[in-house]
């Protein structure tokens, strides 16, 4: 059976789909959907942040009402501490099998809300698994702040001014928790709600271009 690039992928330990990519140099991204999405949903947004980059995008195992998530909340904005834990080690550990199968180095997470927050999780609980991360409409994800060990990994935190899920001083403490374990951060608060406008597409765009060449 011949296996198309952009096909659903089952093998590894998260079903999802990869775009290799087109040209060497940009930085893989990782693309984690929010509530209810799935590994479709945020390729269009992954090409045109980085047009020439391969895409990692795993959907997430946890199941809300039949939703894809990336781990349990017990209500909106109040998590589950243990399964966050347990799953940012499960999809920490799936980037790296991805890495050896694709011969990736290390991505950049794009993560939308519920895929923000899982990406901040692993950025504080496996600080050498990602490159970087944009962080869209993310909160803090853990109890505790782990240690330092992010040394100057850029993270870009986009935040929705009028975000209802999202209250400012959550995002806040977010970025200064992530300063705090060494990252790198810019924390910019765009005229926005949860959803995502323009504004985040350019700021993204941008930062995203000015990364250096991955290697
Ligand atoms: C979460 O559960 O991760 C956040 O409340 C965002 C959401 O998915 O609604």
Redesign the pocket.
Known sequence: MTTSPLAADAALSFTHRFEPALRPGAAPLLLLH??GGDENDLLPLGRALSPDAALLSPRGKVLEGGMP?FFR?LS??V?DHQDVKRRANELADFIGEARAKYTLPAPVAVGF??GA?IAAAILLLRPEVLAGAVLLRA?VPLEQEPAAGLSGTPVLILTGAMDP?VPAGNATALARMLEGSGAHVEHVTVPAGHGLTQSDLVKAKAWIGALPVAR
């Open positions: 929010g509530t998530r909340r909106e904005g998590f809300s519920n927050n909160m899920i």
